[in-house]
């Protein structure tokens, strides 16, 4: 049974840093790209970083790119999203997402995605 469960978010001042941490079980892990959605409230499920099986290529969407970095450890079976200069607009649920297909770029869509995690909180307030 797949399992992913994310941690490390919280309440940050804009320009601060988190670091969010999604442990994976219950899958081969260095055989699937992973990635970090967010979502805020009224709107859809957006893809902010991941990278794919191998760990050779990353990448992340335009308003994070430059702040935030997806990283995995294959052998912690774990990916982390290290997250600076924070902004109010950056304010969301964060989810750690896996692949649907084996060996592929990391999924941008929401159809990509066949497990999820529960979900961690990070807010951006002074």
């Known amino acids: 049974q797949v399992q992913l469960v994310e941690s490390g978010g919280g309440l940050a001042q804009p320009g601060g840093s988190l670091r969010l941490s999604c442990a994976a079980s219950?899958?081969?892990?260095?055989?699937?790209?992973m990635a970090w959605f967010r979502q805020s409230p009224g709107k859809e499920r957006e893809f902010v970083a991941g990278?794919?099986?191998?760990?050779?290529?990353?990448d992340v969407t335009d308003s994070v790119r430059g702040r935030f970095t997806f990283s995995r450890d294959d052998a912690k079976a774990t990916l982390y999203l290290q997250m600076n200069s924070l902004r109010p607009e950056d304010t969301a649920l964060y989810y750690c997402a896996k692949a649907a297909a084996m060996k592929t770029y990391p999924p941008r869509t929401v159809f990509e995605v066949n497990s999820w995690g529960q979900g961690t909180q990070v807010t951006v307030s002074s």
């Open positions: 219950g899958f081969s892990f260095s055989e699937y790209a």
């Open positions: 990278g794919d099986w191998s760990g050779s290529y990353t």
